[in-house]
């Protein structure tokens, strides 16, 4: 066991039953759970101590590539961060650890509203906790809403807005919720987004939510927002015409003792991070732009079969399998076979065969960014 969770046999019993428990409403029963579940003191130690520690740093990806913008965004004074449906402030914290990271960080404002009271006061205890060890300078305010009335409790304009595991919940039982959600973000943005701000969402990497994400990311789209990642085609989204097809990433994470040991009790895993994200800002500067267009997002898992090896990429183009044949490897295409998830990657000389893409002998493949960063486990 690790040094901050020395518990007994029969508690780890207990935590592991509950996390099995929460695991199963996240995932085959997202639509019976209560909005308010980290109110049963069971659900929420589970939470806690499974859930919390790797969920606080999915944020980690969507900042880190906003990093990269020309603007440098990140690198004000001061910036101002909004949480809407913040449940017990995981992406807040996971802010905070973000920029506490960076060599001037700075002096970040927090505000974080959620339509449970319960969860708020957990917001606090946690901000409170956290900035006892920290030197970053941050301020916390909390607003007891819901999202559709949010409006009317904010003033100014934010330099990060977040909407994190929260979209899916939204208007759960009616046919028009995509159309609805996208109203509802669009309304948000349109008032509260800074002219330079960014929006992160995040959605869970089940097929519904994604796939769900990926219909609010193509009204969104049509709104005149402008995807600036993870997508590097800019069209409506060529996973949606195949049931079957959705985005996440999943990301190698290096869990802590008592995680291990409750993913042995429940059969879990929790070797890696999923999660679906999108990054929406006013202006039409896109990650593709970045690496000078033409780069291509690794969507899969490498998919090896006899004699050749294959990945489904996205970008200019849209969604195709690219696929290397193991007799035309050669040292300019060596990188292909290291590809990961996540990666942005560009290729000379690749090889448009319509339905799929064909890496030949002289093929060359580049890794432009590696979307496996390294990560702490605590």
């Given at each position: 066991?690790?040094?901050?969770?020395?518990?007994?046999?029969?508690?780890?019993?207990?935590?592991?039953a509950?996390?099995?428990?929460?695991?199963?409403l996240?995932?085959?029963?997202?639509?019976s759970l209560p909005?308010?579940?980290l109110?049963?003191?069971?659900?929420?130690?589970?939470?806690f101590?499974?859930?919390?520690?790797p969920?606080?740093?999915?944020?980690?990806?969507?900042l880190?590539?906003?990093?990269?913008?020309?603007?440098?965004?990140?690198?004000k004074?001061r910036?101002r961060?909004?949480?809407?449906?913040?449940?017990?402030?995981?992406s807040?914290?996971?802010?905070?650890?973000?920029?506490?990271?960076?060599?001037?960080?700075?002096r970040?404002?927090l505000?974080?509203?959620?339509?449970?009271?319960?969860?708020?006061?957990i917001?606090?205890?946690?901000f409170i906790?956290?900035?006892?060890?920290?030197?970053?300078?941050?301020?916390?305010?909390?607003?007891?809403s819901?999202i559709?009335?949010?409006?009317?409790?904010?003033a100014?304009?934010?330099?990060?807005i977040?909407?994190?595991?929260?979209?899916n919940?939204?208007?759960?039982?009616?046919?028009?919720?995509?159309?609805?959600?996208?109203?509802?973000?669009?309304?948000?943005?349109r008032?509260?987004?800074?002219d330079?701000?960014?929006?992160?969402?995040?959605?869970?990497?089940?097929?519904?939510?994604?796939?769900?994400?990926?219909?609010?990311?193509?009204?969104?789209?049509?709104?005149?927002f402008?995807?600036?990642?993870?997508?590097?085609?800019h069209?409506?989204?060529?996973?949606l015409?195949?049931?079957?097809?959705?985005c996440?990433?999943?990301?190698?994470w290096?869990?802590?003792?008592?995680i291990?040991?409750?993913d042995?009790?429940?059969?879990?895993?929790?070797?890696?991070?999923?999660?679906?994200?999108?990054v929406?800002?006013?202006?039409?500067?896109?990650?593709?732009?970045?690496?000078?267009?033409?780069?291509?997002?690794?969507?899969s898992?490498?998919?090896?079969?006899?004699?050749?090896?294959?990945?489904?990429?996205?970008?200019e183009?849209?969604?195709?399998?690219?696929t290397?044949?193991?007799?035309?490897?050669?040292?300019?295409?060596?990188?292909?076979?290291?590809?990961?998830?996540?990666d942005?990657?560009?290729?000379?000389?690749?090889?448009?065969?319509?339905?799929?893409?064909k890496?030949?002998?002289?093929?060359?493949?580049t890794?432009?960014?590696?979307n496996q960063?390294?990560?702490p486990a605590?």
């Amino acid at each position: 066991m690790d040094g901050q969770h020395k518990l007994k046999k029969n508690d780890v019993k207990a935590i592991a039953a509950n996390v099995a428990r929460l695991s199963h409403l996240l995932t085959r029963e997202r639509g019976s759970l209560p909005a308010a579940y980290l109110q049963e003191a069971g659900l929420r130690e589970a939470y806690f101590v499974y859930f919390l520690p790797p969920n606080l740093q999915k944020m980690y990806v969507p900042l880190r590539e906003l990093a990269f913008h020309p603007a440098r965004l990140l690198d004000k004074d001061r910036l101002r961060i909004l949480d809407l449906g913040c449940g017990p402030g995981t992406s807040l914290l996971g802010a905070l650890e973000f920029f506490s990271a960076r060599e001037n960080p700075p002096r970040i404002e927090l505000v974080g509203i959620d339509q449970v009271a319960g969860n708020l006061k957990i917001v606090e205890e946690l901000f409170i906790a956290r900035q006892q060890t920290a030197a970053l300078a941050a301020s916390l305010k909390i607003i007891h809403s819901g999202i559709e009335h949010a409006g009317r409790r904010l003033a100014g304009t934010f330099d990060l807005i977040v909407f994190s595991n929260v979209l899916n919940e939204l208007f759960t039982h009616d046919e028009g919720r995509i159309g609805r959600r996208v109203a509802a973000v669009s309304d948000i943005l349109r008032r509260f987004l800074a002219d330079d701000g960014s929006c992160i969402i995040i959605e869970p990497a089940l097929r519904e939510t994604s796939r769900e994400l990926l219909q609010v990311r193509d009204g969104l789209l049509e709104s005149g927002f402008h995807i600036y990642s993870p997508c590097l085609y800019h069209a409506d989204c060529p996973a949606l015409s195949n049931p079957k097809d959705w985005c996440h990433e999943d990301i190698p994470w290096d869990s802590p003792a008592l995680i291990q040991e409750l993913d042995k009790l429940t059969g879990l895993r929790k070797e890696s991070l999923k999660f679906s994200y999108l990054v929406l800002r006013k202006d039409d500067c896109t990650l593709d732009d970045l690496y000078g267009g033409h780069a291509f997002r690794v969507l899969s898992e490498p998919l090896p079969s006899k004699g050749k090896l294959e990945y489904y990429l996205c970008g200019e183009g849209g969604r195709k399998p690219v696929t290397r044949l193991d007799k035309d490897r050669t040292s300019a295409n060596e990188a292909f076979g290291t590809l990961t998830r996540g990666d942005v990657v560009r290729f000379e000389g690749l090889i448009d065969e319509g339905k799929r893409r064909k890496i030949g002998k002289d093929t060359s493949v580049t890794r432009l960014l590696s979307n496996q960063p390294s990560l702490p486990a605590e």
